[in-house]
């Protein structure tokens, strides 16, 4: 489990990263596999698969009916978490969602998932499908990932959706959640949404990962509020290496997270995409010997699946 990880390492901070499985028809397991394999040298004692939803424009509807689109689900997690747990001996830590999911397929996934030998998950909303601009749960799904929590944590007592069985052997997840020390775009205020936090504490959450930020002070204020209103669980900070200019204006747009003006600055003077990710590499590497000097549990890295600038980053701080 995650938070056993986090409890044998004794203080001393662990790496961990995100990969996201390939769109189809893309990279092959392999190809995903000897892309992340460079990272294996910092023996991660997690890896985090990420879950997705993708819409289709359906042109030919089998009713001759007008084109629509679709979303579905992006297959991978489920597999891409096996094979690295066989290959790498790590444990994965597949990332399961509201969206797209009822709660018949929720328990589904779960039961899959411990037969795998899968002890942890990341439980999320998951993000707006592109057609929407509000999110619509799935016809008897969950709305809010603290509901999805509070599933989890039934069917770790044996309590599952039609029947409650006194038996010992049910599944028995480490549940993590996210949080946004910038906050969530869509809640109206910070301390809405810390209340919202407060809620998937208090349906079970397990450990919290965050939001990627290149400003750690914005860090350090969360944690402070957190310890000041009892949320004790581990705070595993998120953190992305900027790798190209491009990057300076699409990050916060996506991700909704300040750029320091000093990183603005330096990835602007840069002149080419490889100046400005020295520029990204060198400020996650300060990022992250202060996190590690505060002592965070893990510097989780949100890789895209590529080994590259988190390794140029990590051999310098680990
Ligand atoms: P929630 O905690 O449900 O919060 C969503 C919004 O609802 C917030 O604004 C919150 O304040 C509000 N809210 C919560 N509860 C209530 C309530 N009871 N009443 C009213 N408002 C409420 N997305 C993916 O699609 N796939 C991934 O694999 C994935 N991995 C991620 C990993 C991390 C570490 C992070 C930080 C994000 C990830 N995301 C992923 C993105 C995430 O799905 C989106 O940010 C999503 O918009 C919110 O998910 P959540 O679990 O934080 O939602």
């Given at each position: 489990k995650v938070t056993e990880h986090i409890d044998n390492a004794k203080g001393k901070t662990l790496f961990s990263i995100e990969i996201i499985p390939p769109s189809k028809?893309?990279?092959?397991i392999g190809d995903l596999l000897s892309g992340i394999e460079p990272m294996m040298e910092l023996n991660p004692p997690f890896i985090d698969v990420t879950y997705h939803r993708e819409e289709y424009?359906?042109?030919?509807m089998p009713d001759g009916g007008q084109k629509e689109v679709r979303t579905r689900k992006r297959p991978g997690t489920v597999g891409i978490c096996s094979a690295i747990m066989h290959k790498f001996d790590v444990d994965a830590v597949p990332h399961v969602l509201?969206?797209?999911?009822n709660k018949e397929d929720t328990e589904d996934l779960l039961f899959d998932l411990s037969y795998l030998g899968i002890d942890n998950v990341m439980a999320l909303r998951g993000d707006?499908?592109?057609?929407?601009?509000v999110f619509k749960p799935k016809?008897?799904?969950?709305?809010?990932a603290s509901q999805l929590i509070s599933q989890i944590k039934d069917i770790n007592a044996g309590k599952y959706l039609y029947e409650e069985l006194e038996s010992e052997t049910h599944p028995d997840f480490c549940i993590g959640g996210a949080a946004y020390p910038e906050k969530h775009?869509?809640?109206?205020s910070m301390d809405i949404d810390f209340e919202n936090l407060k809620r998937k504490v208090d349906a079970g959450m397990d450990y919290i990962v965050t939001q990627?930020?290149?400003?750690?002070q914005k860090y350090f204020d969360f944690v402070n509020k957190c310890r000041a209103n009892g949320i004790n669980i581990p705070i595993i900070p998120g953190l992305k290496v900027?790798?190209?200019?491009r990057q300076l204006e699409i990050l916060p747009e996506l991700f909704f997270c300040d750029m320091p003006e000093d990183l603005r600055k330096g990835v602007a003077a840069a002149k080419d995409n490889a100046g400005a990710r020295e520029v990204g590499v060198e400020w996650c590497v300060q990022q992250c010997k202060e996190l590690k000097e505060y002592g965070v549990p893990a510097l989780h890295f949100y890789t895209m699946s590529k080994s590259n600038t988190t390794l140029a980053v990590a051999k310098e701080v680990f």
């Open positions: 028809g893309s990279n092959s424009l359906i042109k030919d509201c969206g797209g999911f707006i499908a592109k057609p929407f601009n016809k008897g799904g969950h709305q809010y775009y869509e809640a109206q990627m930020f290149f400003n750690n900027l790798a190209t200019k």
